[in-house]
């Protein structure tokens, strides 16, 4: 079965960045389609980035020209930079591989 561990998540300031990182456990990384959610409470799990196999990404308005998503093959790995980050960011963001393994998650709080 296939595992992902998200890594990354913490405090910052209103502003301030993060960089996550999500870990495959597969050998067939490079094939799928990898995605980060994030969920803040109370509110649905909502997308923020994906990145397709060959490398195109998409992202929602709420995060365009802030949140870039990449990925290393060969380190089976996928990447989300935050920037300029603001406190409704805050959410555990989950990273999703394919259409339906998922991450255990990791927290992003932006406060001052």
């Known amino acids: 079965q296939v595992q992902l561990a998200e890594s990354g998540g913490g405090l910052v300031q209103p502003g301030g960045s993060l960089r996550l990182s999500c870990a495959a456990s597969?050998?067939?990384?490079?094939?799928?389609?990898m995605s980060w959610y994030r969920q803040a409470p109370g509110k649905r799990r909502e997308l923020v980035a994906t990145?397709?196999?060959?490398?195109?990404?998409n992202y929602p308005d709420s995060v365009k020209g802030r949140f870039t998503i990449s990925r290393d093959n060969g380190k089976k790995t996928v990447y989300l930079q935050m920037n300029n980050l603001k406190p409704e960011d805050t959410a555990v963001y989950y990273c999703?591989?394919?259409?339906?393994?998922w991450g255990q998650g990791t927290q992003v709080t932006v406060s001052s």
């Open positions: 597969t050998t067939s990384f490079s094939i799928y389609t």
């Open positions: 999703k591989l394919g259409i339906a393994t």
């Open positions: 990145i397709a196999s060959g490398g195109n990404t």
